[in-house]
């Protein structure tokens, strides 16, 4: 069976391509029923600010960080949206003096031009918002090298 057209563009898969059934159904989800949802290696949690939720999403990278050492690696694979918790991890980090240099960050995303990513002084770059909104904001003495920063470069079969 055909999956349904994108209504973006054509080529993608995206939300507008799923099923009818499956966003009529999860539309009818009520808070309660989205609770019940979480399972072992799933936990469904409820914020009741986006503030809240920003916090929240802050701390889950600087608690895989701190776990991080040299012998047994963590880190964490970050997508490009929502940013607003990346200079809060910044604050935290630098605020309570946060050694987190052993800590890895993947970058999920980059946009590609002429079938390779683009580099990271496009205007547009996500490593470039990673960097900008949060690494650089570390101080030195306390973020990880640029080797424990990775980010979809160069050949793409390799990342």
């Known amino acids: 069976m055909a999956r349904k057209l994108s209504s973006i563009a054509p080529d993608w898969w995206d939300y507008t391509t799923l099923d009818s059934d499956l966003i009529r159904d999860a539309a009818a989800l009520t808070p309660q029923r989205m609770l019940q949802l979480s399972r072992p290696g799933f936990k469904v949690v409820m914020f009741d600010t986006l503030e809240e939720f920003y916090l929240a999403e802050a701390l889950e990278y600087i608690t895989a960080w701190r776990q991080s050492t040299p012998d047994n690696p963590v880190g964490i694979c970050g997508p490009i949206g929502p940013t607003e918790q990346l200079p ?10 946060l050694d987190v240099r052993d800590g890895h960050f993947w970058g999920m995303d980059e946009w590609v031009e002429g079938g390779r990513p683009v580099p990271v002084s ?3 770059s996500f490593a470039r918002a990673d960097m900008e909104l949060c690494f650089k904001r570390i101080d030195k ?8 920063l990775h980010f979809p470069t160069g050949d793409l079969a390799t990342y």
């Open 141 to 148: 003495r306390l973020r990880m090298p640029k080797a424990h």
């Open 122 to 124: 496009h205007p547009l």
């Open 88 to 97: 809060l991890v910044a604050r935290i980090v630098n605020a309570l003096e």
